[in-house]
């Protein structure tokens, strides 16, 4: 790794700790470059802009979720296991980053975004769409717009997310599986099976 990634390195992880314990607005260019140990000028090197180096932040996150999606959608199991799965591992990524996943799913900045981070988190979105679809065609999932319940299933899991990544509930806390199987229940159809001779 040259000297100039490992400079980047410390700029992103700087500007990432900032953005999402500070806020945007609040972050300066003077700061990022002092928690890095940069001068302010070595910023510009990397980044156009601190809504660049924004952006940049903002799409790897989106990455790393959209990843998490098709590993997800790969699993040879249901519907539910796959969102299941796709619940677990954005935990545990908010458990290990934090910052990353409070970037993507707990702070709105859709005034920051540029196409290329809105384009980023769409393929995350439909991704999940497409795992609530599933859902939906093998009965397992609530009649409705796919949109609408792969959003009431985020809200609920981004409750989750939110209060691991600010470390208000530790891995294995009681309220961390009673969230995540809610996520299921607000979007799983009832089993309507009657018991009887």
């Avoid at 540029?114 to 939906?136: P, Y």
Wanted: net charge positive.
């Amino acid at each position: 790794m040259t000297q100039a990634d490992l400079t980047r390195q410390r700029l992103v992880r700087a500007a990432l700790e900032l953005f999402t314990a500070r806020g945007y607005h609040e972050t300066t260019t003077p700061e990022i470059a002092k928690k890095a140990g940069v001068a302010e000028g070595t910023i510009y090197r990397h980044f156009t802009s601190k809504q660049h180096c924004f952006n940049e932040l903002y799409r790897a996150a989106a990455r790393w979720a959209a990843q998490l999606v098709k590993d997800a959608d790969a699993l040879k199991v249901g519907p539910r296991e796959k969102l299941a799965e796709l619940a677990r591992g954005l935990v545990a990524g908010a458990v290990r980053e934090p910052a990353v996943a409070r970037l993507f799913f707990v702070y709105r900045h859709e005034d920051l975004l540029d196409e290329e981070s809105r384009k980023t988190a769409r393929e995350f979105r439909l991704g999940l769409e497409s795992l609530i679809a599933q859902g939906k065609a093998d009965g397992s999932v609530k009649p409705g717009a796919a949109e609408v319940w792969a959003g009431v299933w985020l809200g609920v899991v981004t409750l989750a997310i939110d209060r691991v990544s600010a470390k208000e509930w530790p891995e294995g806390h009681g309220n961390l599986q009673l969230t995540l199987d809610g996520a299921w229940d607000a979007i799983g159809a009832s089993d309507r099976r009657t018991v009887g001779p």
